[in-house]
């Protein structure tokens, strides 16, 4: 009976676990209802951005510790890798598809980063490093977050040691991190996505030129006269 209740109970704990809402609680207690400013996105770039820095490093630090805390208790118990691998998705889906806030949650990068910090510490850290480098020259915390977490499986095959289960994992996570960014994606394509430091919403595209928006106020007012008719002034008076 233990074999089976044993790996479903740490699954289901990776999951609650990685519901923990870090960025909405730190918001509240700072008088600020995370998913209705900026993005609405509890996670830290959110939070750092709307709430302020130390919000946002309190969020950065402790959403990897529930994926470390997660992940760890199975593999000290000695499961199977399977049965890690699987704690370790359920707490990324607990992060990103929060059961306390209706299914809304954050993009799960910085949890993920907390799973493989036990799973495989090596793909990690070059991960960090990666997600550093990108951020640096691009300033897109986005793209520096997709490239980090989708360079995983890549890691994991270049080194050629990894089991099929963290292969898997990485593969399984790569994607939900691309699903949990994909209108984060497609503002990068658009030239809309906003960098670190930039405040306020960019806008969609350039400003119309200064003569079609001087053609455009004319014609609204020609169309206008028309629609109202003659001024007083120019009606027939009367003998």
Known sequence: MNAVLLPILFVVLGYLVGTIPTGYLISRWR???IRRVGSGNIGATNVLRSVGPLAGL???????????????????????????AATA?????????????????GKGVATTFGVFLVIDPV?????????????????????ASILAV???????LARGEAPPSNMLLAFAL???????????I??????IERRLGERGPKP??????????????????????TERGPEPHDAPRGR
């Not at 760890?72 to 890798?81: E, I, Q, R, T």
């Open 31 to 33: 008088g600020v209802d």
């Open 58 to 84: 309190f969020v950065l630090v402790v959403d990897p510790l529930k994926g470390v805390l997660a992940v760890a208790l199975p593999s000290y118990f000695g499961m199977d890798p399977w049965i890690v």
């Open 89 to 105: 998705f359920a707490t990324v889906l607990g992060n990103t598809f929060n059961v306390m806030l209706r299914f809304r949650g």
């Open 123 to 143: 793909v990690a850290l070059l991960a960090v490093v990666l997600f550093a480098i990108t951020l640096w020259i691009a300033r897109y915390v986005s793209l």
């Open 150 to 156: 989708c360079s995983g499986p890549l890691m994991l």
């Open 174 to 184: 790569a994607s939900l991190i691309l699903w949990s960014h994909r209108e984060n």
């Open 186 to 191: 497609e503002r990068l394509r658009t030239g």
């Open 204 to 225: 969609a595209g350039p400003p119309p030129p200064a003569e079609a928006v001087a053609e455009g106020d004319a014609g609204e007012g020609d169309a206008a006269a």
